[in-house]
């Protein structure tokens, strides 16, 4: 119930933040930035965000061994984006489900844990290396910015910290598994640790899961440059990697928000002034970004909702057949 609360009072602040942008920014320019996308360029949008929802699911591929198929991997990453971008979920929440899908896929549900833990742990030690490099590419704009400018140090800071933290994070998960199973004892504790010591074992496998995770966070940057330029407002493939970095630096750091709500569209309307933009095609980008994520995730989340009854209904007759046969 105190999670609940809690998940309801962040998502309203987000609701709060966004009611004030929405009053500080001239709609009318925002209006026009979209009415310039039109059906074809959403579309370009939406299929360039399927291949980059693809280009993120590789980096669980590795992980998996021989349970592992492109269809999984792709269920598995579009499940969990849609739960984390469009239901009041945070992004945990969406990693959790994840996580389920694995286990529906035929993953043991010990080694889907695990996976997903690493996974999780290789996406961040890739995020991190992508944070540094926008940061390093927006450098200038940002030692130029009179507010910003003076705290750069610490925004390297904060990342190169963010970037060792993912480290400690990865060492004290080995260090959980043995004190869960101490502490539990419990068979299936016993073999969520033998799964979360055995992938990090495989180190070319992580290695692997990294580098992969990193050409996803790229390609993000490209899927960008390309949503500005059906914006009619293009911005240079640096900069638009800049702005993605940044930005998901910002995601990470309000992780528990639900959908990022208002959190997302005060991040890109703040950064665009650096790059020459407005921050009513910030507000626009943001807006264009929602809908693709509703256009995907509405589908793809009744759908699964239709698999899981489906699933279940068999048991259920099972079960009111057996009970029938009892009286």
């Known amino acids: 119930m105190t999670k609940k609360f809690a998940g309801l009072v962040l998502f309203g602040l987000g609701f709060v933040l966004l009611l004030v942008l929405l ?12 009415n310039h996308v039109g059906w074809l360029g959403f579309a370009a949008v939406v299929a360039a965000g399927l291949a980059l929802t693809a280009c993120l699911a590789t980096g669980l591929y590795p992980l998996l061994g021989e349970k592992a198929s492109v269809i999984l991997v792709l269920a598995v990453r579009q499940l969990r984006d849609s739960a984390g971008d469009i239901l009041p979920f ?3 929440g969406g990693i959790a489900l994840g996580m389920r899908v694995m286990t529906l896929g035929g ?9 997903g833990v690493v996974d999780v742990t290789t996406e961040l030690m890739a995020q991190s290396f992508f944070i540094l490099a926008g940061i390093g590419l927006a450098a200038p ?9 003076p705290y750069f140090g610490w925004l390297a800071a904060g990342a190169l910290l963010f970037a060792a933290g993912i480290v400690v994070f990865a060492f004290l998960q080995l260090a959980g598994s043995h004190f869960a199973q101490a502490l539990l004892g419990t068979a299936s504790t016993t073999d969520f640790r033998e799964a979360i010591h055995g992938l990090y074992r495989q180190r070319r496998r992580v290695a692997l899961s990294v580098g992969l995770h990193i050409f996803g966070w790229c390609a993000s940057g490209v899927w960008l440059w390309l949503l500005f330029w059906v914006l009619g407002s293009p911005l240079s493939l640096s900069s638009a990697l800049a702005v993605q970095s940044l930005l998901e630096a910002l995601r990470s750091a309000t992780v528990f928000v639900p959908a990022a709500l208002g959190v997302q569209e005060a991040g890109y309307a703040a950064l665009m002034p650096l790059f020459g933009l407005s921050p009513e095609i910030g507000l626009a980008a943001s807006m264009l970004r929602r809908a693709r994520d509703i ?30 046969e009892l009286t």
Request: aromatic letters at 2%; hydrophobic letters at 50%; glycine letters at 12%.
């Open 23 to 34: 009053s500080r920014l001239d709609l009318a320019a925002v209006r026009a930035s979209l």
């Open 107 to 115: 993953v043991a549900a010990p080694r889907a844990m695990a996976a």
């Open 141 to 149: 704009a940002l030692q130029a910015d009179p507010h910003l400018g």
């Open 295 to 324: 256009a995907v995730g509405v589908p793809v989340l009744l759908g699964w909702q239709i698999a899981e009854g489906r699933r279940l209904r068999p048991a259920a007759g099972h079960g009111a057949s057996e009970a029938g």
């Open 90 to 92: 945070t992004q945990i």
